[in-house]
């Protein structure tokens, strides 16, 4: 007839609730072994005491999983607590407890042990935003002004690159390194090239600059001069259509629209045994005597070692890159261009081509004209060592997996525009970042590479050596290329070139940063408010076109700019910090700038997942459908249908369309599975590349900005020839087209959709 007492209490020291049982009879006083006192006197009825034994049986019951319950939960709340503070997710204290079973270890202090900080968005951004400094910017850029130039491979370039390389060091990056390469160069030789007019048997000096064009064909070139406006294809069309030769001439254009190696390469297409090229007070005011300085090659990177890096230990094959002008190339002011302009006796240039020297534009001379230009250059090749300098900030998960920061650190010239402004910012960004990660705890998930280029002026030659010699695995390890190249070169209006992966980004980014521009009170509009903003196509002399077109990078490269008018002094002697001042409030704008990018960097870097915008390609395709579904019936007429590329983008859009589903519905605390969805995304730009040609031979194989047939433009223009010259059109370069066009996008939507069992084989 014993009976059991329940003592519920919880321990004083946080563990677990426990529950006491004690057996009265074994402890009770006055009374024998299992038999209490006043036995009689306490027995209640027969019936009673079952009913009794069975409440407290239930009872008991209930009161165990209760204290099991409260168990459970304490220990619970303590592992996900310790679980954030492994992470790094959230911040909190764990106690010794706590820290034991995190670990798996023991402890001999009973102190508690803090964790790391928690560092939610806004609190991040507005670290990043307070710590820059406009005098850390003006200290950096001023490196530039006491140098007459920062020629790649030079005295002044290594001095340079050894004082970036110092101070990354000073930031206690994580690793700092140098990569060398050794490469082929065009310089100008011993004396400068000349331009000159000859007619009825003399011959006049015309101009003889400092200025050179590198990778033009050294020796003499002779021929009468022909304006072609901005030396665009449509421009050579046009003046063709009007029967003017242009076999053996010497071609005139004004900068500005396509890059000079494009304009070069149009010339030389055309038949043109040279090329001038001048900044036209049209377009560049305050340019009257300025040449700029510029490269002829079709391509990025040394045309010497196409495809291959320049390591020295690199036994390079003996070929060429077949972007390599052959013609002569030279650069002229705009006064010579004047000067020139008004001793063609001929016609007048069409009405739309008006250029802005005095005098006006001729289009070439008479027929019955012996007038002629005469091109003498002697440019020299060189080869030359080079350093590219890298400094990274290891991330905490993904330590693998790295957005790239850079900037061109050569220039011909002071450069203070062109490679100061970019480096100004990337040393304080670099210090910015470091800072919040060493004193302020922050840690980010991936890390984040920062890139001093050199040879950028030659065509990105340092930044393309870099990404030849690690082809392998730098699609598979960088996610993102932030490009700070010439970001302020003007005040009212903002140039974009990205990524399609980065514009909701880069959109979001603009609206969250100050407006240096204005102000009212204490109060600043943001950039994203009402600054003009314009999308543009990346250009082959941009340090990000080879991480796009070439490795399948994403990329955003961004500036501030006037606009309506260009920065007149870019890559010529006078682009000098003084002149750089003119534009208002520049170190402000370079500060809003090196928001812009840091906030990229660190957003890409901090969230759970890549912030890249995978479906952005499913509206790219869709545009390009649109494009073509006007030619559906001449394609069919050629026994072809479009409906297999149609088809293929489809499969596209229902990968996006999983990948998001399978994002919402996985465990972001997993790293496994968040690691295998990142990966995911990370390959869509890659995807792009056409797997279909030799990185040899066609470099840039994005079917979106790349160049070649292999592209959506080019099939586009073929297609557009099926109306206008039927006859031109090579039906089996349009098959292949049509077939490598399908397999691409079908690729990019099988490697979207994940395992090889989940893609859609109902093509």
């Known amino acids: 007839m014993s009976y059991t007492r329940f003592s519920i209490a919880r321990q004083m020291d946080g563990d677990n609730s426990h529950v006491e049982m004690k057996l009265s009879a074994d402890d009770e006083e006055g009374g024998e072994t299992g038999r209490p006192e006043h036995l009689h006197a306490n027995m209640p009825p027969r019936w009673r005491s079952g009913k009794n034994v069975c409440f407290l049986v239930i009872a008991a019951v209930l009161l165990l999983l209760i204290g099991f319950l409260i168990g459970y939960l304490s220990y619970r709340g303590r592992m996900q607590k310790a679980s954030r503070c492994l992470d790094g997710s959230g911040k909190c204290e764990m106690s010794p407890t706590a820290s034991y079973l995190a670990y798996g270890g023991e402890t001999e202090e009973e102190e508690e042990v803090p964790g790391p900080p928690v560092f939610y968005w806004p609190k991040l951004r507005d670290l990043l935003s307070d710590k820059l400094s406009d005098r850390h910017l003006e200290d950096n850029l001023r490196q530039r002004a006491n140098s007459y130039s920062f020629e790649a491979g030079q005295s002044e370039d290594e001095t340079l690159a050894s004082e970036i390389h110092d101070q990354f060091a000073s930031f206690l990056l994580d690793e700092v390194w140098n990569d060398e390469h050794y490469i082929r160069l065009q310089v100008k030789g011993r004396s400068n090239n000349r ?55 010497i071609i005139i254009f004004r900068a500005g629209k396509i890059t000079l190696a494009e304009k070069v390469a149009n010339a030389k297409e055309a038949g043109a045994v040279g090329a001038l090229m001048y900044l036209d007070p049209s377009d560049y005011k305050m340019t009257d005597v300025l040449v700029p300085f510029g490269h002829a090659h079709l391509g990025t990177g040394d045309p010497f070692t196409p495809g291959f890096p320049s390591f020295n230990h690199t036994q390079f094959p003996p070929v060429e890159s077949s972007g390599l002008p052959r013609i002569a190339v030279q650069t002229i002011s705009s006064q010579a261009a004047g000067k020139l302009f008004r001793m063609v006796d001929g016609d007048e240039c069409f009405s739309d081509w008006k250029s802005g020297v005095m005098g006006g534009c001729k289009v070439m001379p008479r027929s019955t004209s012996n007038m002629a230009v005469k091109l003498s250059i002697n440019n020299v090749m060189v080869d030359r060592k080079i350093l590219n300098i890298f400094g990274a900030i290891k991330g905490s998960e993904e330590p693998d997996r790295y957005v790239v920061i850079g900037a061109q650190r050569d220039s011909w010239g002071p450069g203070a525009a062109k490679a100061g402004v970019g480096t100004a910012m990337l040393l304080e960004l670099a210090r910015v970042i470091s800072e919040i990660v060493k004193t302020d705890g922050y840690k980010p998930r991936r890390s984040i590479i920062f890139a001093s280029w050199s040879a950028g002026d030659y065509g990105a030659v340092g930044a393309t050596e870099w990404l030849e010699g690690y082809s392998a695995t730098l699609h598979a390890k960088a996610f993102t290329y932030i490009n700070l190249d010439a970001a302020v070169l003007g005040f009212n209006h903002m140039k974009i070139s990205a990524s399609p992966l980065l514009y909701t980004l880069l959109e979001r980014t603009m609206k969250g940063v100050k407006d240096p521009t204005k102000e009212s009170g204490s109060l600043y509009d943001r950039v994203g408010s009402d600054w003009v903003k314009t999308i543009v196509p990346l250009g082959l002399d941009n340090a990000a076109f080879p991480f796009l077109a070439y490795s399948g990078i994403p990329v955003v490269s961004f500036g501030f700019c006037n606009k309506d008018e260009e920065y007149p002094f870019l890559g010529t002697a006078q682009d000098t910090v003084e002149n750089l001042k003119m534009t208002d409030k520049l170190y402000a704008l370079m500060r809003a700038a090196a928001e812009v990018a840091g906030q990229v960097a660190l957003r890409l870097t901090h969230d759970h997942e890549l912030f890249l915008d995978f479906e952005r390609y499913s509206e790219e395709l869709l545009a390009f459908q649109e494009k073509f579904l006007p030619y559906n019936q001449q394609v069919k007429e050629l026994g072809l249908t479009l409906n297999w590329l149609f088809f293929a983008r489809g499969d596209f859009q229902r990968a996006t369309d999983a990948l998001r589903i399978d994002i919402a519905n996985s465990d972001r605390e997993n790293r496994i599975v968040r690691r295998a969805l990142n990966d995911r995304i990370m390959k869509v730009e890659y995807d792009f590349l056409s797997p279909y040609l030799s990185p040899k031979d066609a470099p840039f194989r994005h079917i979106f900005f790349g160049r070649g047939s292999h592209t959506l433009q080019s099939l586009l223009e073929n297609l557009q020839l099926l109306r206008t010259s039927r006859s031109s059109v090579d039906v089996d370069m349009l098959k292949e087209q049509l077939a490598l066009m399908t397999w691409t996008i079908k690729g990019a939507a099988n490697a979207l959709a994940g395992d090889i069992w989940d893609t859609d084989n109902e093509f």
């Open 195 to 249: 331009v000159s007019i000859l007619e009825n048997g003399e011959e006049e000096e015309l101009e003889s600059p400092d200025a050179y064009v590198a990778y033009s064909k050294s020796g003499l070139a002779v021929g009468k001069p022909v304006y072609v406006n901005y030396g665009l294809k449509a421009d050579f069309q046009r003046i063709q259509s009007q029967g003017v030769p242009l076999n053996g001439t």
